[in-house]
């Protein structure tokens, strides 16, 4: 008899003894977990090494990725972030456009936190922190900060958004014409979406799915939120 074989003999007689607690059972427990296939199947069937690993890579990728996806739907704060792309393994948009490290990576994490919803405005104060606070703008007191009210309205930051967000406008007016730009971004909403993650707008066909023309997007989209971020700080810490 072969090692292999004794070794395998050995594995059956465990898992058939079938104890509470035992290594088998854990086994069995997460075979089943990510619904791969049985002890039974897997001792039956001899498997190459490099076809069991992509095997147990894919199930392990889909059930956190369909886990993740649940998650993200519970959480209001994710309301922007665009769900489609989202998988294990795969990096968002958001990271993947990074270039020059260290800029790029801070102007990146301000984005991040805008898209996770963990950006600190006055209405995420009045959420997470103390009712009692004030969700009004502190800089122009004329509505709530959420991130609509910073991206797209306050006063603070007009000189950014006539020079940035011109120019973010004018590129995706160039990819989908200018009558698909008025029916679709004549709403504040929709130019939120589109700054903070233009993935979502892609899901209802309002962007191309172009790889290219998410990532420009991205790119100037991070540009324009970091230089609000910036002035903000600047205003606030005054
Ligand atoms: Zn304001």
Not at 113 to 140: N, W
Request: aromatic share 8%.
């Amino acid at each position: 008899m072969s090692h292999n074989n004794s070794i395998r003999e050995i594995a059956w007689r465990q898992h058939t003894a079938g104890r509470p607690n035992s290594f088998f059972k854990k086994i069995n427990d997460i075979l089943d977990m990510y619904q791969l296939p049985s002890f039974n199947e897997i001792m039956n069937q001899h498997y190459n090494k490099l076809d069991w690993k992509n095997i147990v890579r894919t199930a392990i990728s889909s059930h956190w990725t369909v886990k993740l996806k649940a998650d993200c739907e519970e959480k209001s704060t994710l309301k922007l972030l665009s769900k489609r792309n989202l998988n294990i393994g795969q990096t968002h948009n958001v990271w993947d456009t990074i270039s020059s490290p260290v800029k790029d990576v801070r102007k990146a994490a301000t984005k991040v936190r805008m898209l996770t919803g963990t950006y600190m405005l006055q209405t995420l104060k009045v959420k997470f922190i103390q009712a009692e606070i004030d969700p009004t703008c502190p800089i122009c007191k004329l509505e709530a900060e959420d991130l609509q009210h910073l991206l797209t309205s306050c006063p603070a930051y007009r000189h950014i958004r006539k020079s940035h967000f011109q120019q973010i406008k004018e590129y995706v007016v160039s990819k989908i014409g200018n009558s698909v730009w008025t029916i679709n971004f004549n709403n504040k909403m929709a130019i939120t979406e589109l700054l903070i993650d233009c993935q979502s707008l892609v899901e209802r066909n309002i962007l191309p799915n172009d790889k290219m023309i998410l990532r420009t997007i991205e790119m100037k989209s991070r540009d324009y939120c970091h230089l609000i971020h910036m002035k903000r700080m600047n205003i606030t810490n005054v």
